[in-house]
């Protein structure tokens, strides 16, 4: 399998089921697994990639196997190059200029509005943190000048509302050096 042109996630409220679903996506069609583990507050994330079409068939059978522990999921077709290093804290800036965050109740619905955002403009993802140790939620970072940031915010922010997970979204045009300090 040479084409991973899709992610696809899975969001339990239950560790075990997701664990069953993890198990179930794998068989169903020929997927890597990118990861699965716990997050809080009890729930489970599985995230994939691989063909479109093998995506949609392992989301499927997952969703099927979790049943009404379901709490989102995703496929999300040409994920942005940008998302996996943010996801994995691999991403290094130089200099901070506007910063835009956005923090949702499902890591699906953060991952999809992530790769909404930095396709929409020219900014730089930064951080993707999802849902451990910070109550099941997730937030991304991101950075660029002001007018992108704002369309990448509020690409990002319309799906999450559509989704009804959309928990904030914030621009800050110039942040203060203490705040880039504290925060990276």
Do not use: W
């Not at 664990?19 to 179930?24: G, L, P, V």
């Not at 999921?73 to 996801?87: C, K, W």
């Amino acid at each position: 399998m040479s084409d991973f042109s899709a992610v696809g996630i899975l969001e339990t409220n239950s560790i075990a089921l997701g664990i069953e679903s993890a198990d179930a996506m794998l068989k169903s069609a020929e997927v890597t697994l990118i990861d699965a583990h716990p997050v809080c507050p009890g729930k489970f994330i599985i995230v994939l990639r691989g063909e479109v079409g093998a995506i949609e068939t392992a989301i499927s059978a997952g969703k099927k196997r979790a049943a009404t522990t379901v709490v989102d999921s995703a496929v999300i077709p040409r994920v942005h190059e940008d998302v996996f290093p943010a996801l994995a804290g691999a991403v290094v800036v130089k200099k901070l200029q506007a910063v835009g965050v956005l923090e949702t109740y499902s890591v699906a619905c953060l991952i999809r509005s992530a790769d909404a955002a930095v396709k929409e403009a020219e900014v730089k993802l930064i951080e993707a943190r999802l849902a451990t140790g910070i109550g099941g939620k997730g937030f991304f970072i991101l950075t660029g000048q002001v007018g992108p940031v704002k369309d990448a915010m509020r690409a990002a922010g319309e799906i999450a509302r559509q989704n009804g997970l959309l928990h904030s979204s914030i621009v800050i045009p110039q942040p203060h050096e203490e705040l880039i300090k504290a925060i990276f």
